[in-house]
């Protein structure tokens, strides 16, 4: 999928009854992912999302792209499962402003049903992983950063910390 077909997805979803949406491996982009962000996040007329896991696996979108769909979760709380693993501009791009990197901060902290967060290959270094470890919201039972290139002292690190009960489960 496109932008173009992300854009008539993300008009179908408000009348849709999906639960579970993976548009896997395609070319979103920024663009994609703020169209699905703005309407199949969105709570309906009763307050309500549908929608509780989501895949944007693969689909070329940046930190900008990850703000907006975080962003829409602040008021979300039924979405559970966010993928957006192997989007490996993300790591290049969320320190191009410190304004884009508060923006994640800020809107990861708010996802207010969020409880899996998949991160895999997408090209985090130890501190665009570190600001993600120190904003994710306190329900948060997974946070998934395989495949990213962590140091070795970060992974022994975090290792001990999620053995100690600190955080959520980190994958990496």
Known sequence: IQVGGAVALAGMMPKSQLH???????RLGDAGAQA??????????YGLSKLRRLDLSENQITACGLAGLLEALGSNTLLRGLDVGGNEQIGSVIFSSTDLA????????????????????????DAAC???VSAQPPQLSLLNLAMNPLSPDLRVRWGRSVRDGQSATIRF
Do not use: F, N, P
């Open 102 to 125: 508060q923006q994640v901060v800020d809107a990861l902290k708010a996802a207010a049903g969020l409880h899996d967060l998949h991160l895999w290959r997408c090209g985090l270094s």
């Open 20 to 26: 579970v949406l993976s548009v896997a491996r395609g």
């Open 36 to 45: 699905i962000a703005d309407t199949a996040l969105a709570e309906d007329a």
């Open 130 to 132: 570190q600001l993600v």
